[in-house]
């Protein structure tokens, strides 16, 4: 039984691929220690929780290729594991810090600013106002969803002059809305 297991045995046995049940004992041995570092060490529930499956999965991948040298250390090495992903966290918590301090004004800014109102009455016009081949190649490809191949079964074209129609008719959107570049 894998209980009765010392942690070198259990890391050899997961080595040699003789692993689910001696994968599920690693993880009922280390899991509690694992969650409770990330509450020492990360003071979050959730974010204990997450640690603790990224270092049990991280383990358990180095000990099916073989990359942990001395099995009699698994439980250094699983602390060792706990301790960097932890200052991979902070590092990361502290780049995002550095990069809200540097550029939040102009991301905040750039949040308040409203995106102009659509004039439903106006597209209306201005779909209505386009041929009937190139208001059919709108209504079907941005309302109904069809791709240019399903456009271009049902009209009887090829799907290059589909994506023709198609750019010229948004051009003429554009111009109509007063969006022209």
Do not use: W
Request: contains cysteine; glycine residues 6%.
């Amino acid at each position: 039984m894998a209980h009765d297991l010392s942690d070198a045995q259990l890391a050899d046995r997961i080595c040699q691929g003789d692993g689910h049940e001696a994968e599920a004992e690693l993880v009922r041995r280390m899991a509690p220690r694992i969650r409770l570092y990330g509450l020492r060490h990360l003071r979050d529930e959730s974010a204990a929780e997450d640690l603790m499956q990224d270092v049990l999965i991280n383990t358990i991948e180095a000990l099916r290729a073989g990359r942990l040298r001395d099995p009699e250390k698994l439980a250094s090495f699983v602390l060792g594991t706990c301790r960097m992903t932890v200052l991979d966290l902070r590092r990361g918590a502290q780049r995002r810090a550095q990069l809200l301090e540097t550029f939040g004004a102009d991301l905040h800014s750039a949040a308040r600013q409203p995106e102009p109102a659509l004039d439903r009455e106006r597209l209306a016009h201005c779909v209505e106002s386009l041929k009937e081949r190139e208001r059919t190649v709108i209504v079907m490809s941005y309302f109904d969803e069809q791709t240019g191949s399903g456009v271009a079964s049902f009209l009887g074209l090829s799907e290059a002059n589909v994506r023709v129609i198609r750019h010229r008719a948004v051009n003429n959107l554009r111009e109509c809305m007063g969006a022209a570049e």
